[in-house]
Every structure is written in structure tokens, then in C-alpha cells.
């Protein structure tokens, strides 16, 4: 674009046949990247290429990271099957079994998600919804496990009481991931598109959601940290087994805090400028790539700590 204007005045999209609102296109999965949105700031205008890139690199990644999770939890769980009396606390087998069904669930929707980017989503609606309904329900699921695993010694046998729980966790899990999938949905497009946010961002649904992934990403790990220094038993009991499945939390702190500068973004709390613009979007999308290895890299962990 031809126009350009002082330091003093804010940044602005400049709106033509082939613009798109700032906002929009900052939004992760959820704009048409064949046209180039411009942004004139600073008398420079800015180009967001996010999605090109991603529609590339994505679904060649998922696909590596699919198959490398599934060769993972397979040899844990045969580990699980072959030697059941050499786990105990913080490592035990009801835990570690459970842990492996939650990551073998995040595998399995990794080749659909990964189809989806690649050809666009032609399911429809309500297979977006399962899908990112299953999605976060095996997050959660996960977090959860691993937190309990953490402060508690409930799961060391396998009985009435942590039968309970574990019905507990996994129920309560779905019920946390439900607004994600009321959150989700297509958009009519040229080509198809499955949205993380099909909402607007202060709807009472997607700030739900949004308040959970806080709570799951970022308060819970925090909480437990806290927990264990403070705590003189939990202390004491921190041993590889607990490090091991602390990798979960690790690989999605960084995904938690991008949300939390999205959110403060989208709800315009925070003034984007040009380099957030073209850069931001690589930051949210790697982020989120780091916590999607939690899965190929958590059943690892969890063999190595039990060899050791």
C-alpha cells in the first residue's frame, strides 16, 4: 500500500478486497492466507506468512510425532505388562497405565488433525467438535493424573479407592473439556477450515475454556511446585518418577503463557505492533508443537525413569 502516515498515529489494517481485520489474522488456525494482509507501521508494511508455512511443515510433523508416540507407549505399556511389580510410587503401574492411555489418545487424533491441515476439514462441524473435544479431555486427563500422582499416594495399589478416583479423573476430565468443543467449528471457506475458535473471544464458552487451560497449564504446575518445596514428605519423595511425568507440564507451560498473550491481544489489552503481528503466530504455533511432543517424549521418559 501507497499509504503511510506519522510515528504519533497508531497502527492500522488497511482495508481492501484482499485485507483482512488485524485481529482475524492473528488468530491461530482461523484466517485465509491467500491474500497478504498489510500492516502500515512505522511506514513499513507487514506481512503475516504463518500459515503457509504451517499448512507445510504441520502435518509432515504430526505424522512423525504420531508414530514415534505410538512405537513409545507401546514398549511402555509392554513394560507395564512384563514387569508389573517393579512399579511403585510416584511411579506406579494403575498410574502409568493410565498415563499411557491418555497419551495414546492425544496420538491417535494426531493423523486426522494432521489430514485436516493438509486438505482442509471436510468433516464437518460435529467431527470438529469430537475432535477437539477428545483432544482436551486427554490433556486434562493427563494433568490431572499427574498432579495426584504428585501429592498423593492413592494410586500405589490398585483398589476400591483408586478405582474411584480414576473414574473421577477421567469423567471430570471430559466435563473440563467440553467448552473446547462448544468453542470450535468450521468456517465456509474456499477451503474448509476446522477452527480452535469459532467464537467470539469474550464469549462466555471460549473464556471458560480459556480459564481451564490457565488452571490445567500454568496454576496447577505452579501450585504443585509450591507444594513440593513447602511440603517436607513431598519433598523428600521427589524422585525420577515424579520428574519424568512433570514433563507434561514442562512442555506446556510455554502454550499456557502464549494463550495468555493472545487473550491479552485479542481482547486489545495489549497494542500489537508490527513485529507481534508477523512473529506471534510462529511463537503461539511453536508453543503449542513443544506440548503436542509431551506425547512421544512422556512415555520415554517414564521407560528411562523406570530403567533407572
Not at 488468530?27 to 491474500?35: H, L, P
Not at 508416540?69 to 507395564?80: D, N, R, S
Not at 491441515?117 to 486434562?140: K, P, V
Not at 473414574?167 to 465456509?188: E, H, I, N
Request: proline share 5%; net charge neutral.
Amino acid at each position: 500500500p501507497d499509504t503511510h502516515w506519522s510515528h504519533s498515529q497508531s497502527p492500522r489494517v488497511l482495508e481492501s478486497e484482499n485485507s483482512l481485520d488485524l485481529l482475524e489474522i492473528m488468530s491461530n488456525f482461523s484466517y485465509d492466507d491467500s491474500n497478504v494482509t498489510f500492516l502500515d507501521y512505522d511506514a513499513a508494511p507487514c506481512h503475516n506468512q504463518y500459515c503457509p508455512l504451517f499448512q507445510r511443515i504441520a502435518p509432515t510433523f504430526l505424522a512423525i510425532t504420531c508414530a514415534t508416540a505410538i512405537l513409545g507407549t507401546g514398549a511402555l505399556l509392554v513394560a507395564l505388562a512384563k514387569r508389573p511389580h517393579a512399579w511403585c510410587w510416584p511411579q506406579s503401574r494403575a498410574l502409568v497405565a493410565q498415563l499411557a492411555v491418555g497419551t495414546g489418545l492425544f496420538a491417535a487424533l494426531l493423523p486426522p488433525v494432521a489430514v485436516g491441515i493438509r486438505q482442509g476439514w471436510r468433516l464437518g462441524t460435529g467431527l470438529c467438535r469430537l475432535t477437539h473435544l477428545l483432544w482436551y479431555w486427554s490433556l486434562f486427563a493427563q494433568g490431572l493424573l499427574v498432579g495426584s500422582g504428585s501429592c498423593s499416594t492413592a494410586w500405589c495399589r490398585w483398589d476400591a479407592r483408586s478405582q474411584r478416583l480414576a473414574v473421577a479423573m477421567w469423567a471430570g476430565a471430559l466435563l473440563l473439556a467440553t467448552p473446547a468443543a462448544l468453542a470450535s467449528g468450521t468456517v465456509a471457506a474456499a477451503e474448509t477450515s476446522c477452527l480452535r475458535r469459532s467464537v467470539d473471544i469474550l464469549s462466555p464458552v471460549y473464556l471458560l475454556h480459556l480459564a481451564l487451560c490457565f488452571c490445567l497449564f500454568l496454576l496447577l504446575p505452579a501450585a504443585l511446585l509450591v507444594a513440593t518445596l513447602a511440603v517436607p514428605w513431598l519433598r523428600s519423595g521427589w524422585k525420577l518418577g515424579i520428574s519424568a511425568s512433570w514433563l507434561f507440564f514442562g512442555l506446556w507451560v510455554p502454550y499456557g503463557m502464549g494463550l495468555a498473550v493472545d487473550f491479552l491481544l485479542h481482547a486489545q489489552l495489549l497494542q500489537p505492533t508490527c513485529g507481534t503481528f508477523e512473529h506471534f503466530d510462529y511463537v503461539l504455533g511453536l508453543s503449542e508443537g513443544l506440548g503436542v511432543l509431551h506425547c512421544c517424549l512422556g512415555p520415554a521418559a517414564l521407560l528411562a525413569a523406570w530403567l533407572c
